[in-house]
């Protein structure tokens, strides 16, 4: 997590509990806290300069998310990403896209073409950079390109409340920051 990333800075645009909950999944995401540490209300307290009430509001919405798992009478943690998540989840996944992507290659153009390299392009520079944030993205717009170019909106809806989950997420960007450059021909191939 970069230097200037690592500090929680309110914006007054949006409710605090938002923000702090944003803070705390890129926070998560990028490893400062680790599955299975407690996130302790006190030093957060601290740390980020608020009231209780926006922690745990910002808590409650990570727990019903999946990302926290709240252990009466002994406090707030990371989830872990089980192996049954990544058995249930992956799979129903990487058929979806592979539908959207059949649907998608007899509609798309030369506009989806040129989506799909300026998002490899992305990656690769991301990459290089080791900025695996901006890599993440980059992916996430490759992917959707070919899946809005389905044009079946039931799947399209899907796919992106699959891509939205948080383990997801999580688990992508620690998969990415592994394999990364295994990652980049196989999209090459795709394009």
Same mark, same amino acid.
């Given at each position: 997590? +970069?230097?200037?990333?690592?500090?929680? &800075?309110?914006?007054?645009?949006?409710? #605090?509990?938002e923000q702090i909950e944003q803070f705390l999944i890129n926070a998560?995401?990028?490893?400062?806290?680790?599955?299975?540490?407690?996130?302790? !209300?006190?030093?957060?307290?601290?740390?980020?300069?608020?009231?209780?009430?926006? $922690? %745990?509001?910002?808590?409650?919405?990570?727990?019903?998310?999946?990302?926290?798992?709240?252990?009466?009478?002994?406090?707030?943690?990371?989830?872990? $990403?089980? !192996?049954?998540? $990544?058995?249930?989840?992956?799979?129903?996944?990487?058929?979806?896209?592979?539908?959207?992507?059949?649907?998608?290659?007899? @509609?798309?153009?030369?506009?989806?073409?040129?989506? #799909?390299?300026?998002?490899?392009?992305?990656? @690769?520079?991301?990459?290089?950079?080791?900025?695996? %944030?901006?890599? &993440?993205? +980059?992916?996430n717009a490759f992917h959707m390109?070919?899946? *809005?170019?389905? @044009? *079946?909106?039931? #799947?399209?809806?899907?796919?992106?409340?699959?891509?939205?989950?948080?383990?997801? #997420?999580?688990?992508?960007?620690?998969?990415?920051?592994?394999?990364?450059?295994?990652?980049?021909?196989?999209?090459?191939? $795709?394009?």
């Amino acid at each position: 997590m +970069s230097e200037e990333n690592n500090k929680f &800075t309110p914006q007054f645009a949006s409710p #605090l509990a938002e923000q702090i909950e944003q803070f705390l999944i890129n926070a998560i995401m990028q490893g400062k806290y680790k599955p299975g540490q407690r996130l302790v !209300e006190n030093e957060l307290l601290r740390e980020f300069g608020v009231s209780r009430s926006p $922690i %745990r509001e910002a808590f409650m919405s990570l727990v019903k998310s999946g990302l926290l798992v709240n252990v009466p009478r002994s406090g707030t943690y990371v989830k872990d $990403i089980t !192996e049954k998540d $990544i058995r249930e989840k992956f799979p129903v996944r990487a058929y979806l896209e592979g539908f959207a992507a059949g649907l998608a290659a007899p @509609k798309m153009g030369p506009g989806d073409i040129d989506e #799909l390299g300026s998002a490899l392009s992305r990656m @690769k520079e991301s990459a290089a950079r080791d900025d695996f %944030r901006a890599y &993440t993205d +980059s992916h996430n717009a490759f992917h959707m390109v070919f899946i *809005n170019a389905s @044009k *079946n909106d039931t #799947l399209i809806h899907i796919v992106k409340t699959l891509r939205q989950d948080i383990l997801w #997420l999580r688990f992508s960007y620690l998969w990415h920051v592994e394999n990364h450059q295994d990652a980049l021909p196989v999209h090459q191939e $795709i394009l």
